[in-house]
């Protein structure tokens, strides 16, 4: 059975540094999921990631997937305030399930 | 916004009593999906349908049933809740198994 293991689960860090959260993963799939969840609020994706050495980026954030290793990472660059958010991956399993990290709790400081 | 709504929103119940929460979606997707969302677990699957009465069980199915009669719609019941389900309740859709899952607005339940 896949599992799934996101860490750090807590993190806080200072506006302009870089950190990253790390997604590591059982058995092998074929995809894999990076949310933003505000809180009270519903999931935002991010990014999907369907390939080994997939890497995609949007603004502050990068993520990347090494199938082989069966991990993938959410790199943040020069954090800011609005970053501040719960982070999920979530990791394709079977042909329709999705099995979700417990998520990093991200706060950013100034 | 994907077009899609929960019904209701918020909801408290009593134990031993049936709870239906309701998914709408407005863009014709062929799968649809219902987790639970608990502190310390992330999201976790409940139920899914691949088509109209074509539904599958998810990680943690028991104690739920669902049932999809349209396309557009995505029925989720706890037939006798118990106070284990409170929960938050996210609908998602997709248009198959490789696509971004887009999620609804969330159902916030409490059993007492």
């Known amino acids: 059975e896949l599992k799934v293991e996101q860490n750090p689960l807590f993190l806080s860090m200072q506006e302009g540094k870089n950190y990253t959260i790390y997604c590591n993963y059982s058995t092998t799939s074929d995809r894999l999921y990076w949310y933003r969840q505000d809180p009270g609020k519903s999931l935002e994706s991010l990014f999907v990631l369907l390939s080994n050495g997939a890497v995609k980026q949007e603004g502050r954030l990068m993520a990347s997937l090494d199938t082989k290793a069966r991990l993938s990472t959410l790199h943040i660059t020069a954090a800011v305030h609005d970053l501040s958010a719960t982070y999920f991956c979530a990791v394709g399993y079977n042909n329709n399930d999705m099995r979700f990290g417990a998520g990093t709790r991200l706060t950013v400081k100034p | 916004d994907a077009g899609i709504t929960q019904s209701p929103r918020h909801k408290v119940t009593e134990t031993g009593t049936p709870v239906t929460l309701r998914c709408h979606q407005t863009e014709n997707h062929r799968y649809m999906y219902w987790y639970r969302q608990d502190p310390g677990h992330g999201l976790r699957l409940i139920h899914y349908?691949?088509?109209?009465?074509?539904?599958d069980k998810g990680e943690v199915s028991d104690g739920y049933s669902v049932s999809r009669s349209k396309t557009e719609d995505f029925l989720l019941t706890l037939e006798s809740a118990t106070s284990s389900q409170t929960s938050v309740y996210f609908c998602?859709?997709?248009?198959?198994?490789?696509?971004?899952?887009?999620f609804g607005p969330g159902t916030r339940l409490l059993v007492l």
């Open positions: 998602a859709i997709n248009s198959g198994p490789q696509e971004t899952q887009y």
């Open positions: 349908s691949y088509g109209v009465k074509d539904t």
